[in-house]
């Protein structure tokens, strides 16, 4: 015990409170903050004077760790980026239908739990922040190659690109609404599987360099 009080007292008898965050830390806490606001709000109607209230610091701490607004929203959204790509990865011993039918379940998971935060990616809503918006698409195009070394597809020419930036469109779409449809998981996740493995094909088929018919989604 302390000569000046109890456990852990300050010479002077204050006890001190709770130990500085890194500024690492800080970061992510502000960050975390954001994300749990977005299941409920689009990502510009985010106020950083509510952020800054959840994390008990001032506002203008929270202008210390990211200097505008727009700094703090693409900061927020590329961490839910990094977790939908770290979701993501499929088994690298299994063949090819049955990783994709594991990443495409999961990513069905993984909207289903962040649903709210989910439609802010993905529709858009932005309000218009340029470093939010190149934040999207910088996601969106790691995207394409996750699923195109997923699918061992070595076609990576620009229409083979397009052809899985607009799958992914089915994907998000069927992410969004398939507990609603009354569809069965497994049958939305095998036309998912299907629908990628055929629009390669059919890209590389347009681009007059077919490539051997892929292993059927039930293989």
Not at 20 to 48: K, N
Not at 93 to 122: N, Q, W
Not at 154 to 174: K, S, Y
Request: proline share 7%.
């Amino acid at each position: 015990m302390s000569r000046n009080g109890g456990p852990g007292a300050s010479p002077s008898g204050a006890v001190p409170g709770p130990p500085r965050m890194s500024a690492e830390d800080r970061r992510a806490q502000l960050v975390a903050i954001g994300l749990d606001l977005l299941q409920t709000r689009p990502i510009h109607e985010l106020a950083l004077d509510e952020v800054a209230t959840a994390a008990g610091v001032s506002r203008t701490l929270v202008f210390h760790y990211f200097p505008s607004k727009g700094e703090y929203f693409a900061a927020v959204v590329a961490t839910l980026g990094q977790r939908l790509l770290s979701d993501a990865p499929g088994d690298p011993a299994a063949d090819v239908p049955t990783r994709l039918r594991a990443m495409v379940a999961g990513f069905l998971k993984f909207v289903r739990l962040h649903r709210g935060a989910y439609v802010t990616l993905v529709r858009g809503a932005s309000g218009g922040e340029p470093l939010v918006l190149d934040i999207l698409d910088e996601v969106r195009i790691a995207l394409v190659e996750l699923w195109l070394d997923a699918a061992e597809w070595p076609r990576r020419d620009e229409l083979t690109r397009l052809a899985v930036r607009g799958w992914l469109g089915a994907l998000e779409e069927v992410a969004l609404t398939v507990a609603a449809s009354g569809v069965p998981r497994a049958a939305a996740v095998d036309l998912l599987v299907e629908g990628l493995l055929d629009d390669l094909q059919r890209a590389a088929r347009l681009a007059g360099e077919p490539m051997p018919e892929p292993a059927a989604a039930g293989a």
